[in-house]
């Protein structure tokens, strides 16, 4: 039997139901288009491109018949207002800083560094079985052969699916810290708003997402379940141990920004022709502030690449402080600026965190 044979055969067999029935729903899409409505997610791989008639929609699946959809994010109807403006705005991110973000390992030095890195290991397994997702092994990367080929379809469906879940811990976070210091009558000295940020950016992420591709009932469903449990596990972990929750992030970070070194490989190396010159969707420009020229998909890639790698600096630094007694090293003034500190840009990266004698 060939290599390939078995691989596909191994596939077969230990194959994880959800991927199947996810993948069978995308398939049944795909050979019924009209039945889109009543199932998981139009396939891109599929079918051709479409515009629904969207300013500016790169949009090119959907469950939501033509004539219906308009934007999917529409402005406000109101007479006066004309727009809306973030109170978070994105740090400007030059191209080198973006392409010199690094995939890192922090090593874990205790045991609850080995909680946190052992049940992001957990989670990565079941989320690549649900997704049916898998990195080429080292030394492989260029064999565009299957399980391992991901194209545009399945590289989207697994970033929305993770930004669902990425954008929920600063908020669980940032709220357990606002309400600590309602109940203890304290000052927070300056996390909230770094974890409510990090949330935001992780929306930001999702919405974005959202202009490419729109999941039907199915991915919903998921979404649903997955942050039912998510948040209320890391609410209760979070009120036990702040200090694991934030190396959690860290290492889960760590993931993310191997993820996106992945496809942003893939669509250099021509894997994704789709997304080759595909513009990225308005609301990213904005809020990056994309350059003219530099406002390709693969650009939002190294946008998105550099936002995870910052989430990966916050968190493990965050999990290297006194929870309830230093103050937040990135919304801080250094008495010393000229030396290096942590800041909100990504000229400094430390991709495995600031020490903590380092910063207090
Ligand atoms: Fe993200
Ligand atoms: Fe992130």
Known sequence: MSTTATVQLRTLIAGPTT?????????????????????????AAALPFRNHGVPNSSRYFSTTSSNKLREFFPPPKTPHVVETESHFKHPVFTEKEMKDIVIAHRQTKD??????????????????????YKHPP???????????SMDERKWIIRFIFLETVAAVPGMVGGMLRHMRSLRRMKRDLGWIETLLEEAYNERMHLLTFLK????GWFMRFMVLGAQGVFFNAFFISYLL???TCHRFVGYLEEEAVLTYTHAINDLESG?????????APDIAVTYWKMP????????????????????????????????????????SKYDNPQEPHPTKSASIMKPTGWERKDVI
């Open 138 to 148: 080292t030394g492989k990367e260029q064999k565009n052969v299957r399980p391992f």
């Open 241 to 243: 141990s702040p200090r």
């Open 212 to 215: 490419l591709a729109e999941p």
């Open 111 to 132: 045991w609850s560094d080995w909680i946190a890195l052992g049940t992001v290991r957990m989670l990565r397994w079941g989320m690549d079985l649900a997704t049916g």
């Open 19 to 43: 991927a199947r029935l996810f993948q069978q729903s995308c398939l049944k899409t795909s050979l019924r288009p009209s039945a889109a409505v009543t199932i998981g997610l139009r396939s």
């Open 292 to 331: 003219e020229g530099h406002q390709k998909i693969l650009d939002l890639l190294y946008y998105i690449r550099a936002d995870e790698a910052k989430h990966r600096e916050v968190n493990h630094t965050l999990a290297n402080l006194d929870q309830k007694y230093d103050p937040n090293p990135y919304a």
């Open 271 to 279: 894997k994704l022709p789709r997304w080759q010159d595909m513009k």
